[in-house]
């Protein structure tokens, strides 16, 4: 062993680095990436049910994150006549969130589907749907935003179905909802299935400064003489 290091001390491969060791500490360990930096003011949040009306329902999970990613599941959603549903998920991180709800069936409006999801990425949004029926009317798996589908109940009348809902916040940021329907009936409920908002907040702009008045201009008049 020793004649081999002379032989490649004499080449002077041990003094340009050509010969490497490998200690067992470095063996076998996996190189890991550096995180991408995340955009000041980036945000995400999402929830999974919610519903304004005769029957209300705050938003159910939900959760916000400006930093690292969070999340929150619920087993079953069935408080109320109006929706139910299992198997709530949402996550969110900066510039990140999605939202997935499971099994959903709203009575009302002869609405059901096997999974409804949304989610924003980076100021972008889409929405899915898995085995959608509304009034037994099939439903796109991937609709693209804002499709209105008008769902007619017998007895009630039409209740407005709006799939891959997009709309862009006061703040600036996207928030997409892959089901909002509302129901005429009992004066009126407006359901909410799978939402997610991202995007980084707009900077607000400058409040508009004194406005000077332009200096006055002199007129030049030739004055009558009197005596």
Known sequence: MRAVLRRLT????LATGLVATTTPAMAGTPMTGT???RAAGAEG????????????LAPVP????????VSKSLLREDRTKLVKASALNVR????????TVGRLNV????????TVSATCDG??????????????????????????????????????????????????????????LQLPQNGGSTLRVASATCGRVAAPRPA????????????????????
């Open 10 to 13: 004499s080449a002077g491969l």
């Open 35 to 37: 995180a991408a930096p």
């Open 45 to 56: 949040a999402a929830y999974g049910l919610t519903a304004t009306g005769p029957i209300p």
């Open 62 to 69: 939900t959760v916000s994150s400006t930093s690292d990613e």
């Open 92 to 99: 969110a991180r900066a510039g990140h969130a999605r939202s």
């Open 107 to 114: 009575p009302a409006a002869k609405l059901m589907a096997s």
């Open 123 to 180: 100021g972008q949004g889409s929405a899915h749907l898995a085995n959608a029926v509304a009034a037994g009317r099939r439903l796109m798996a991937a609709p693209p935003p804002n499709t209105t589908v008008p769902v007619e109940l017998d007895g009630v009348g039409r209740a407005a179905l709006v799939l891959n809902k997009q709309q862009r916040l006061p703040n600036g940021r996207l928030a997409v909802t892959a089901m909002e």
């Open 208 to 227: 508009p400064g004194p406005v000077e008045a332009p200096a006055p201009t002199p007129v030049k008049r030739d004055l009558p003489v009197t005596g």
